[in-house]
């Protein structure tokens, strides 16, 4: 069982930056960033493999940067020039398997909010 505490959500403005952060009770392989907005689908934003391979979601290339302290545990979401359409619920999510797709996540966070106004 991993538990996993998301937080450095909030509101800022468009064009602004945050950092998202991530404190799991247990080192996992394969570790990534989800989010949802209201009445869509839940959307893959970034995947980082335990050696450090990261893919990221078209439409946040060049913005967003996912890493990891595997020492501490921790996974970061920096987050730079956000727009409105970034606005969700953020989600770390973890999973044992070797397979870093965007399937079959088994451990998830609570959540933390990014809202991005004009």
């Known amino acids: 069982q991993v538990q996993l505490v998301e937080s450095g959500g909030g509101s800022v403005q468009s064009g602004g930056s945050l950092t998202l952060s991530c404190t799991a009770s247990r080192d996992s392989y394969c570790m990534a960033w989800f989010r949802q907005a209201p009445g869509k689908e839940r959307e893959t934003v970034a995947i980082i493999y335990g050696y450090g391979l990261t893919t990221l979601t078209d439409s946040v290339k060049g913005r967003f940067t996912i890493s990891r302290d595997n020492a501490k545990n921790m996974l970061y979401l920096q987050i730079n020039s956000l727009k409105p359409g970034d606005t969700a619920m953020y989600y770390c999510?973890?999973?044992?398997?070797?397979?870093?797709?965007?399937?079959?996540?088994?451990?998830w966070g609570q959540g933390t909010q990014v809202t991005v106004s004009p």
């Open positions: 999510a973890a999973k044992a398997s070797i397979n870093c797709d965007s399937s079959s996540y088994d451990y």
